[in-house]
């Protein structure tokens, strides 16, 4: 099994780092604190953050076609201009605010931005799926089709567009779903890799968080609590580990002009103080170089 060592490139500390997320035309990388209700923008070539502060909790981001980017933050879908530092509100959230809100996502080959979202208490499973395709707004999946899903997470969609991935952390699962990229339908779900739970007898080695497909089709997945990030085969085999110095990666992306470097946001948030004495730079943003390639980030289209 292959083994890769991450190393700190910015000591953010942020809280809820998420979904970094490569911009191929400006070659940085955009990222968000959750809890921090921060915008991130990071330049590798000057090791410069630049942050911008948002009214609520942002859930996850996407690069738009006519610039800028698309952000699912806790009250709803928004345009985010950079250069002006503007949000533009799409649309409304779909659901009750006030104990749901986005979570991980990203677009689909169609241009479709696609966000998870959460129910916070955590104490159901009332986890859904909500898609933003040309500024409306609908459900993907939900509880009503009793899914089982806590919080939804992981989201990555394959090259052929017949298939997507969903993790649901709290459960410590992956699943494949049946896809039609033409229509933006999703259909059968079944178990890609499931990952031990703690008190189990195999060794608790963290839960599925954000991920991402390598050009290979391989899937990439964060494991919070865990300080690695385990790369699993098409057949959802563990064919490799990164470590993190970290034990709460949260999500990944695949940046450098040659899309092989592999970027790890972390977070603080839930962590102890003995453990953050002992991790410092928890909440931070990690990079390791690959010997596989990413794929460039579909863009939302208006």
């Known amino acids: 099994m292959r ?11 942020a809280q809820l780092g998420e979904c970094p ?34 009214p609520c909790e942002p859930g996850c981001i996407a690069l738009a076609e006519k610039g800028g980017l698309v952000a699912a933050l806790r009250d709803g879908f928004y345009r985010f201009y950079p250069q002006e530092g503007l949000l533009d509100k799409l649309a409304d959230a779909p659901y009750d605010s006030r104990d749901m809100r986005f979570n991980d996502g990203r677009c689909d080959s169609a241009g479709r ?23 409306a707004t609908r459900l993907g999946w939900g509880p009503q089709q009793d899914l089982g899903v806590k919080v939804s997470n992981g989201l990555a969609f394959a090259a052929d567009g017949q298939s997507l991935f969903q993790s649901d952390t709290p459960n410590h699962v992956i699943y494949r779903f049946a896809f039609d990229a033409a229509s933006g339908q999703v259909g059968e779900r079944k178990v890609f890799a499931r990952l031990p739970a703690k008190g189990e007898d195999a060794v608790y080695g963290g839960r599925p968080d954000g991920a991402a497909l390598d050009a290979e089709g391989c899937y990439w997945s964060a494991q919070y609590e865990g300080g690695r990030v385990l790369r699993f ?11 993190v110095p970290v034990t709460r ?9 040659d899309l092989r470097t592999l970027y790890i ?8 103080d003995d453990e953050l004495a002992r991790q410092p730079q ?9 010997d596989v390639a990413g794929r460039p980030e579909p863009l939302y289209q208006d």
């Not at 083994?3 to 500390?13: G, I, K, M, Y």
């Not at 931005?113 to 500024?135: D, S, V």
């Not at 990666?249 to 002009?257: E, K, L, Q, R």
């Not at 946001?265 to 102890?272: D, F, K, L, V, W």
Request: with cysteine; hydrophobic share 50%; charged share 20%.
């Open 21 to 54: 997320l490569w911009s191929v035309a400006e070659q940085c990388l955009y990222w968000i604190d959750i809890a921090g209700r921060r915008l991130h923008r990071y330049d590798p070539a000057t090791s410069l953050d630049r942050v911008w502060w948002v």
């Open 265 to 272: 946001t972390s977070a603080r948030e839930g962590a102890s």
């Open 113 to 135: 931005f696609w966000a998870g979202a959460m129910y916070e208490p955590r104490t159901a499973e009332l986890a859904a799926m909500f898609c933003l395709e040309r500024g």
């Open 3 to 13: 083994e890769w060592q991450a190393e700190l490139v910015l000591d953010a500390r």
């Open 249 to 257: 990666p949260t999500m990944i992306a695949f940046g450098g002009a």
């Open 282 to 290: 928890a909440g931070g943003l990690f990079a390791v170089r690959l």
């Open 233 to 243: 085969s098409p057949q959802g085999e563990i064919i490799g580990i990164v470590r």
